[in-house]
């Protein structure tokens, strides 16, 4: 593994450096997520930002409004955009446009990748039900052909952005006669049909991030059902695949502030000599060290083409625990300066961590999968 640039890189990286330096959204951080016209506008213009510049879609095909560049781009940028302090980069557009890309026809290319990528139209991911997420195979919601239109009826489940979103991709049930795998299929679905009702799901910080998103006979156009009929399952597994990859690159250069933050607020508050929060943070420093190892490691396999497989359950599973690490030892540090305001970010750092080891698959989920790789018994 080289982890250096080569000079293409560099000047791609020091061109990106140069521009983060002079575009930003001033104050991004002080807009209240429950605030949700100035949050969305505040995504969708970051969004627009980006993509005027050329910085989205690094990986895709050229013809699908991508830069056909390796996935080492990518990580430069949300290496990059992470080190800037900048608005977290549009993340859900990657995944959700392979799908589109991938299992779309021609006339759906044209349609949604554009609109996509620019971010006019923002989506969410409709997958998750109330008793359908680690085993999302059985999930529920129905989808019954009538004419040249889908009725669809049923619940999704911490549907993150539904409140912003425009559009969804969503997974139904199509056939209940096959076995349960087989009989999913993809829809893209607009948000503001009548029929669908999107309720906010507060997490602590007052975002209503997520949401419980209610579906009563919704009509959906076929043209829209993304696939062939029973090809949902397929659809979803590539959609979340490509869910991490890159992006932890950028968790990584947060992990990297974060460490030198705890740094000074340890010497500061004369812990340097406490032993059990030096062997906490030389913890932080490993989990950090081995979490980037392994995001070199999936990079290369990316470089020299393969798509991402099973083994992102490691990375899942050594993200979640570093990133949870440090806001705890983050919390522990600030002791009640968390909770009087002074030091409050590691109480939010500690709230926003805590569902890292469930969403995109809990961390039992992840081993589930490591087990079966390494042909292990079943649990
Ligand atoms: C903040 C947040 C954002 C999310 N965003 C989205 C989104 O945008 N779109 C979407 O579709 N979904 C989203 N999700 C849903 C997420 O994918 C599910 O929460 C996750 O897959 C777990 O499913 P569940 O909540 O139904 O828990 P369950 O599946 O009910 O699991 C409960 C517990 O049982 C354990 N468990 C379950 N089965 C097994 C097993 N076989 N072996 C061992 N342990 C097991 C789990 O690990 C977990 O600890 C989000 C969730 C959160 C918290």
Redesign the pocket.
Known sequence: MDYRDTPEEAAFRQSLRGWLANNTIEGWKDIPEDDIPRYKAMRKQWQRMLYDAGYLALTWPVEYGGRGQSPTYEAILNEEVGRASAPPLPGMINYLGRAIFTYGTHEQKLRFLPTLLNGDVQW?????????????ASLRTRAVLDGDHYVVNGQ???????IYADWCLL?VRTNTEVPKHKGISCLLMPMDSPGVTARPIY?HSGSP??AEVFLDDVRVPAENRIGAEGDGWRLAMTTVSFERGAADVGFIANLGHQLEALKREINERGLADDVAIRRRLAQAYVDTRVLTANVARQLSMRVSGRDPGPEGSVGKLLWSRAAQGMAQLGLDVAGADALTGRESEWLSDYFTTR?TS????????Q??ILARMLDMPR?
């Open positions: 969410c991911q409709g997958f998750s039900e109330p008793s359908a997420g680690s085993d999302l999704k489940m911490w549907t993150s952005g539904a997974l997490l991030e997520t569902p469930v969403y995109g698959g809990s961390s039992q989920i081993k589930n649990e």
